[in-house]
């Protein structure tokens, strides 16, 4: 039976002293254990600083997401925007149909010629041409203020009289000018000497901004685009006919005559080492074969100790 207070104090004091050191045990005992309770429900200090950290990190995250998924602030009304575009695309509609356009490259008519072939042509201001053997022309199909045309090889000009609109032949180094008369031009590129030769009318002869003169029927311009000479004079061939298929040279050199040949039949001409100058003058005949050509040029070039030798059925040797 547990004694009442009453009798507790009236123990002896051993005993009271004993009863005192073990109710003082208990308590120390008890708050040991509530100690230990407390310190295993606490977590540690990394514990703690790892979850602060955690928690700000999630806060960053979902401060970000709210603000890229939110609605701006700053939000402009549609009505003022709807104005403006009413007002600005009828005027870009009406500047992209109004603006002028690039005018189309003008359309380019090509006129050619084969070995041995002639051919006439008649241009926009019905101006005539005939193309020699192994030449080309090219012009506009619309003419402007002037009438221009690019030659390549020889042709023979009647140009229809037009004061008011020039007519120009452009070759790779002259440039011939005229109003309305008929002429020819020779300017092979294998050749050193462009050729202008005046059957009616007056033209003038340029090189660039030099002027190389004006010429007259009969008249004939031998410029050398090797040495820029320039020879003026008169060619008694200039009444031929423009249709005329003679093969004629005036004065010419070796060279000259052999592109002549080749330019009207199908063979080459291979020149001897160390050919002498020759300047030869004739007309030869086109429906003679090649070989019978080639008798009559020897015959001419017997003087100069020249002679044209066959080597195979289409190449010819000058020896």
Not at 144 to 172: I, N, Y
Not at 250 to 264: T, V, W
Request: glycine content about 4%.
């Amino acid at each position: 039976m547990k004694p009442s207070n009453s009798s507790f104090f009236h123990l002896p004091a051993r005993l009271q002293r004993y009863f005192r050191s073990r109710q003082a045990s208990q308590q120390q005992l008890q708050r040991e254990q509530w100690l230990d309770n407390l310190a295993a429900a606490t977590p540690d200090d990394d514990e703690l600083i790892n979850r602060e950290r955690e928690a700000e990190r999630r806060a960053r995250i979902l401060g970000g997401i709210r603000a890229r998924t939110q609605p701006s602030a700053h939000v402009l009304p549609l009505w003022p925007v709807l104005r403006v575009a009413a007002v600005l695309v009828p005027l870009l509609l009406a500047g992209v149909l109004l603006w002028p356009k690039r005018p189309a490259p003008p359309e380019l008519l090509h006129y050619a010629t084969g070995v041995g072939e002639h051919r006439e042509v008649v241009l926009p201001d019905r101006s005539h041409v005939w193309l020699r053997p192994r030449s080309g022309l090219t012009c506009s199909a619309t003419f402007g203020k002037v009438r221009s045309v690019q030659l390549r090889g020889e042709a023979f000009f009647d140009v229809t009289k037009d004061p008011a609109h020039p007519f120009v032949v452009h070759t790779g180094q002259v440039a011939v000018k005229v109003l309305g008369t008929s002429f020819l031009v020779k300017a092979y590129a294998p050749l050193p000497t462009t050729t202008v030769l005046v059957r009616t009318g007056r033209v003038q002869v340029a090189q660039r901004q030099r002027i190389l003169g004006v010429l007259r029927p009969h008249d004939q311009l031998l410029y050398n685009t090797t040495t820029q000479q320039v020879t003026l004079t008169k060619n008694e061939y200039a009444t031929v006919s423009p249709t005329s298929r003679l093969l004629t040279f005036e004065q010419a050199s070796l060279p000259e005559i052999m592109l002549l040949l080749e330019n009207n039949y199908p063979i080459h001409f291979e020149p001897g080492p160390a050919a002498p100058a020759v300047a030869l003058t004739g007309t030869l005949d086109p429906s003679l074969s090649a070989d019978q050509l080639t008798d009559v040029l020897n015959a001419l070039l017997q003087r100069h100790h020249l002679r044209i030798t066959k080597r195979t059925a289409t190449t010819y040797q000058i020896q």
